[in-house]
Structure formats: structure tokens, C-alpha cells
């Protein structure tokens, strides 16, 4: 990983940074909601935000991540253990951001490949269909971890490829 990019967990304290992204983040989305209801933003001019958001905090299983570059903050992911193909994972990749500012340079690389070797085991990175260029990232990314099983889902869980490769843990030192 590059020295600069690190992942460090959103602390209870952060979750208007995560939220604030998440903007951000659905606005991006919504390209690819042009001729579906979702996508339009309320009344204050805000999108709503996933009910769940707050879990991040609270449930165990669910993790909210901040990607820093040098300190700045320059995406977030939210890793939890739902898999769309209903097979068995250890860790899905929910939601995963990089400010445009700083895209194409690495720090999605960087930052991926960081969480996975903090949370190594079964992975499920599931891409909407729509989002071509995030399918090239993770099937880049999966093919880094050896054998992956590319599945290609169309049912009302999900519609879009899934990426399933698995991460061993880290070596520790040699005794
Ligand atoms: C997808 C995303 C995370 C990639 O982050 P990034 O920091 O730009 O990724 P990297 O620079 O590490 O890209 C690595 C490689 O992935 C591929 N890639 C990344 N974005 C791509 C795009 N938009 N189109 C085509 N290939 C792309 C390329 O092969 C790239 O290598 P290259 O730049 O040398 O050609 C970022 O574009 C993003 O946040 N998008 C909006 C949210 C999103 O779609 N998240 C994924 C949800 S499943």
C-alpha cells in the first residue's frame, strides 16, 4: 500500500463525515437511476440516507472505514456480512467511495487492498450493472487474491456482477 493512503475505522464521532460522503456518494449513483423513481433528492435538497446508516456504529458486524490520503480525507467504505448471492461470506463490501479529486491515481487500490488485509476471509464485492468502471476496479482487484468466482446476478436482490475471492490472513513474523 502506498505510505500515504491509510484506512482507519469512522469513530462514533465521524458518522456526519461518513454521511456527509454518503451525499456524495448517492449523487454519483443516481446517474445510473435515470429512468428509475430512486435517485431524487428531498425537500431540503438532500438524498436520504440508507435506515441503517447508524448500525455502523452499533452492530459488530457492520464496520464504517475512512480512506485518508496524508491525513485528508478522501473516500470511506462500509464493510458488513450480507451477501447478495445468499452464499456464505465472511465480509461484503457495501459501500466504497473515493472523491473524484483523487480518483484513477491508486487510492481505491490502496484502500481496498488495505481493508482486505484487515478483514481477511470469504469476500463478496457486488457491482451494479450500470457501474462499468467499478466492475474493471473489483474484478482487478479479485483477480489479486488468486481463483475468484465471478457470478452474474439479475433478480430482485441484485442485478449486476459479484466478485467472491477469499483473503488469507496476514503472516505473522517468523519465530
Ligand atoms: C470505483 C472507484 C472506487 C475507483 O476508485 P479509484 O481510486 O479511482 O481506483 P484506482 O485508481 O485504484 O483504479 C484502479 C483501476 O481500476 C480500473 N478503474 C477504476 N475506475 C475506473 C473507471 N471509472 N473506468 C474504468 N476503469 C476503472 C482501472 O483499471 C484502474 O486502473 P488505471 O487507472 O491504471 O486504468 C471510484 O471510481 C468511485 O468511488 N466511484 C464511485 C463509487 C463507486 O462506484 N463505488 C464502487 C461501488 S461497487
Not at 31 to 52: H, I, M, R, T
Not at 120 to 135: D, F, I, L, S, Y
Amino acid at each position: 500500500m502506498s505510505p500515504e493512503v491509510k484506512v482507519l475505522r469512522a469513530t462514533a464521532a465521524e458518522t456526519s463525515v461518513v454521511a456527509n460522503m454518503m451525499q456524495l456518494y448517492i449523487h454519483d449513483f443516481s446517474e445510473f437511476w435515470f429512468d428509475q423513481p430512486q435517485g431524487d433528492v428531498e425537500a431540503n435538497g438532500l438524498y436520504a440516507l440508507p435506515d441503517n446508516l447508524q448500525s455502523y456504529w452499533d452492530d459488530p458486524d457492520l464496520v464504517a472505514l475512512l480512506v485518508k490520503l496524508t491525513g485528508t480525507i478522501v473516500g470511506f467504505a462500509l464493510i458488513n456480512v450480507h451477501a447478495h448471492s445468499g452464499r456464505p461470506v465472511d465480509w461484503n463490501m457495501g459501500e466504497f467511495f473515493i472523491l473524484r479529486k483523487y480518483r484513477r491515481a491508486g487510492i481505491g487500490t490502496a484502500a481496498a487492498q488495505a481493508i482486505f488485509a484487515d478483514f481477511p476471509g470469504r469476500w463478496e464485492t457486488a457491482v451494479a450493472r450500470r457501474n462499468v468502471g467499478a466492475q474493471i476496479f473489483w474484478q482487478r482487484l479479485a483477480e489479486d487474491y488468486g481463483a475468484f468466482e465471478g457470478l452474474d446476478l439479475r433478480t430482485t436482490e441484485w442485478n449486476g456482477p459479484i466478485f467472491r475471492f477469499t483473503v488469507a490472513p496476514a503472516k505473522g513474523p517468523s519465530s
